[in-house]
Structures are given as structure tokens and as C-alpha cells.
């Protein structure tokens, strides 16, 4: 592999960013020493925004997803699970996502209301590999194609990163 500087800098250093060419000419970041520092797990406490704010799901937020998340059963599709169809099956549906242990459930609450209208996960969080995925993705229809919606998603890297 070919290593090269980029026409990028980092914002804290302004140091330019690094970058080796992989097999297929594709620009892919430094290989990570052995010794490189392991990320903190997300430790999420709320998180404000403009819109909205992120807050760890708890059984508490149960009963306003299941009126925002009512009839919208096509929205579920991609979940684990289907839509819960009462608030004793959403309250056990959000302890069963608190079980797992490589997860951290957010509910996001939108600022107007301060009504739970969504939630979201950090998932398959792998701090030795510095890695996590946001998934789990549920928008009420009050979310989805807004600002709000864009604004979710921002403060859960602005977290992460």
C-alpha cells in the first residue's frame, strides 16, 4: 500500500489526514497500532438540540412511542420485532432492548412537546476495534422527513465522534 497525504486536515491539530491506497486503488484510513486508545463506551446522558433532544430509552418513554408508533406497522418492517400492539408489550419490548449488552437505546424526545416521537441505537459497539454502528432506526411519522429526523441522527455521532 502507497501512503499519501490527503487535501484534508484534521480540525483539532490541523495536522492533513492520512490515507493508504488498498489493492483496488480505494482511499482507506491508516491501519490502527496495536497500542492505538480504546474509545470509552458511549455513555449517553441528554443530549439537547434545537428540535429535539436524546435521552436513554426507559419503560417510562413506552407510553408515547406506542401512541406515535400506532397503526404504522409498516415501519417496523426492518426492527427486530413487530409493533407492539399495547403499552405492557412496548414497556417489555424497550427492557428487552436494555438487556443487550453491546447497545445503548436512545429515546428522542421532540422539544415542542416533550413527547418521546422516536428511537434509536448505538449497536454492535466494538470499543477494541473503535467501532459501532447506529441502528435500529424507528421515526414516528411526526419525525420522518424533517428536520427533526436530521437532527437525531447528528447528535448521535456528534456523541460517538
Avoid at 491506497?21 to 491501519?31: E, I, R, T
Avoid at 416533550?114 to 447506529?134: F, H, Q, W
Amino acid at each position: 500500500m502507497n501512503s499519501k497525504t490527503c487535501n484534508f486536515y484534521d480540525p483539532g491539530t490541523n495536522e492533513p489526514l492520512s490515507y493508504v491506497l488498498n489493492k483496488f486503488g480505494q482511499k482507506v484510513g491508516l491501519p490502527l497500532s496495536d497500542n492505538h486508545p480504546t474509545p470509552p463506551f458511549p455513555n449517553l446522558e441528554t443530549v439537547h438540540g434545537i428540535t429535539c433532544r436524546l435521552e436513554p430509552l426507559k419503560v417510562h418513554h413506552a407510553e408515547d412511542l406506542l401512541y406515535e408508533m400506532a397503526e404504522n406497522d409498516s415501519d417496523w418492517t426492518y426492527l427486530l420485532t413487530d409493533r407492539p400492539k399495547n403499552l405492557n408489550e412496548y414497556r417489555q419490548l424497550i427492557e428487552n432492548y436494555n438487556k443487550f449488552q453491546d447497545r445503548v437505546n436512545v429515546a428522542i424526545v421532540d422539544n415542542k412537546t416533550n413527547k418521546a416521537v422516536g428511537s434509536v441505537a448505538y449497536m454492535r459497539i466494538d470499543p477494541t476495534n473503535c467501532s459501532l454502528e447506529i441502528g435500529a432506526v424507528n421515526f414516528s411519522k411526526a419525525m420522518q422527513k424533517t428536520k427533526m429526523g436530521t437532527e437525531a441522527i447528528y447528535l448521535m455521532m456528534k456523541v460517538c465522534l
